[in-house]
């Protein structure tokens, strides 16, 4: 994340000139396409141009970690507000379940004209839906955006369920909120060798529900791009 | 060809080949409330769907033309009965049926399975609507219920010589589970059952996951290597040819 790049002296003026005449007024709406993958509270953040929730190729923030590895959003909403950003958290009161929706209405986003979301999905390591930096347009109308998952290159992906793993730097799955995998597994994997945010390279998983190398479900818990699809009416 | 007309062809040729002759018409009566005051033309578009997957033919193409509201499925509902008839064994004339039903201008469906590499064309037409969309579904045969397809393609601002080109993506019934196990694909992968009632996955309509497969570890799976895909799974042209 560039949080830091907002505060360039430079990147000001250039906010400003390119800022709104007129508050934007947006409805969202946020759909799950995926068959099996669970999305933890979803952080929806409008913000100037400089600023970024993740960006692609580059290593994720702490604030990044905490929502990717936990499912947790307030720390990034906090860092991102005290930059100019307004945010929207876990607008769908929980985790929006495979193939669910949930509608925003009336979302104000003052004068930025970007706009962001992200959100953990579950069961992975650090894996997350992911927008970034979207820009507003200005005419008003409905427009469709289709969401990758990406993988924040902070956690190995050994696919290991174990109770307590949201914590940053503590290894595993925090949790499987369909309760359709396994247990005991012994690890996909040790390393992790990206080290940056990337699209996500999908689950492995077993269909060995009590060992095997992995907790999740093969059959159920991959997915295939995209997994979201966003609905965004400019008003 | 529509549905109606196809299912006749199956009991007389002398049948289908006089419904064929009335085909310009049979769609009038109950459309004229939508029909544009200023148009008069007969709208006719070339559908091509080419397989692009690795060893997943499609079933019969089904297309479907229609005004802005008729949908065949939608994302996060669970799919009508017609819908996993079409996911689970390729039989798309049950869909094509509710489509008519639902007061489709015309429907079409293929003379047969599309191998992974071949393209299909059918011819759609209707008289001139100020709506007019474009559906077209099909399954990926050696799976449990994964379907290609797109729905509701706004054909109504294409010129006669136009085209739109694009992918599509595969999603899932989400009426039967993905188990890739003996007995349940109907493809040439393992010719087991296509269509069962019982519903014992998501029942819900989403992107599919992709398959797993015996190379992946899945020693139960009917599915070798050849039998993965990723999206996109076809590509579509649709010109208007009149």
């Known amino acids: 994340m560039r949080l830091k790049s907002i505060l360039k002296t430079s990147a000001l003026p250039l906010l400003l000139a390119s800022s709104f005449t007129q508050a934007q007024m947006l409805d969202i709406e946020i759909s799950n396409l995926t068959h099996g993958m669970f999305f933890t509270p979803l952080l929806v953040s409008s913000h100037g141009e400089s600023l970024h929730l993740f960006e692609s190729g580059e290593t994720a923030s702490d604030e990044l970690k905490i929502l990717a590895e936990g499912g947790d959003t307030t720390s990034l909403s906090v860092a991102t507000t005290a930059l100019g950003a307004i945010n929207l958290e876990n607008p769908a009161a929980g985790v929006l379940a495979p193939s669910a929706s949930v509608a925003i209405t009336d979302f104000d986003t003052m004068s930025n004209d970007r706009l962001s979301i992200a959100a953990m999905l579950l069961p992975t390591n650090d894996g997350f839906v992911g927008l970034d930096s979207w820009a507003i347009p200005e005419t008003a109308g409905t427009y469709t955006i289709y969401l990758n998952a990406y993988d924040a290159g902070s956690e190995v992906n050994n696919e290991l369920v174990l109770d307590g793993s949201g914590a940053v730097g503590t290894l595993g799955i925090p949790a499987n909120p369909g309760a359709n995998g396994g247990s005991a597994g012994t690890g996909v994997t040790t390393t992790e060798s990206n080290e940056m945010i990337h699209i996500h390279r999908g689950n492995v998983g077993d269909t060995n529900n009590m060992g095997g190398v992995s907790d999740v479900d093969s059959r159920i818990h991959r997915w295939l791009n995209p997994v979201a699809k966003v609905v965004v009416t400019v008003k | ?242």
């Open chain 2, 1 to 242: 060809m529509n549905v109606k007309k196809y299912m006749a062809m199956g009991l007389s040729l002398a049948l289908a080949t006089s419904m064929t002759a009335c085909s310009d018409s049979d769609n009038d009566n109950d459309k004229n409330d939508k029909k544009s005051s200023s148009k008069n033309d007969t709208y006719e578009y070339q559908v091509t769907v080419t397989n692009i997957t690795h060893n997943q033919p499609f079933s019969p193409l089904a297309v479907v033309l229609h005004d802005n509201s008729e949908t065949l499925w939608a994302l996060g509902e669970a799919s009508t009965t017609s819908l996993e008839i079409l996911a689970e064994s390729g039989n798309a004339m049950p869909l094509l049926d509710d489509a008519d039903l639902a007061g489709a201008y015309d429907t079409e469906l293929g003379d047969g399975v599309v191998p992974p590499g071949e393209m299909v064309t059918l011819d759609i037409e209707s008289d001139a609507y100020d709506e007019m969309s474009l559906s077209v579904v099909s399954m990926l045969v050696n799976t449990n219920d994964a379907f290609t397809g797109k729905q509701g393609i706004d054909v109504s601002a294409l010129e006669i010589g136009d085209s739109l080109q694009m992918n599509l993506p595969v999603y899932d019934a989400g009426t039967e589970a993905n188990n890739e196990l003996a007995g349940s694909i109907p493809g040439p992968a393992d010719g087991g059952v296509g269509y069962s009632d019982v519903r014992d996955d998501t029942n819900v309509v989403s992107m599919h996951p992709g398959v797993v497969s015996m190379a992946d570890g899945y020693t139960d799976s009917v599915l070798d290597s050849s039998h993965r895909f990723d999206s996109p799974v076809a590509k579509l042209v649709i010109t208007r040819t009149q």
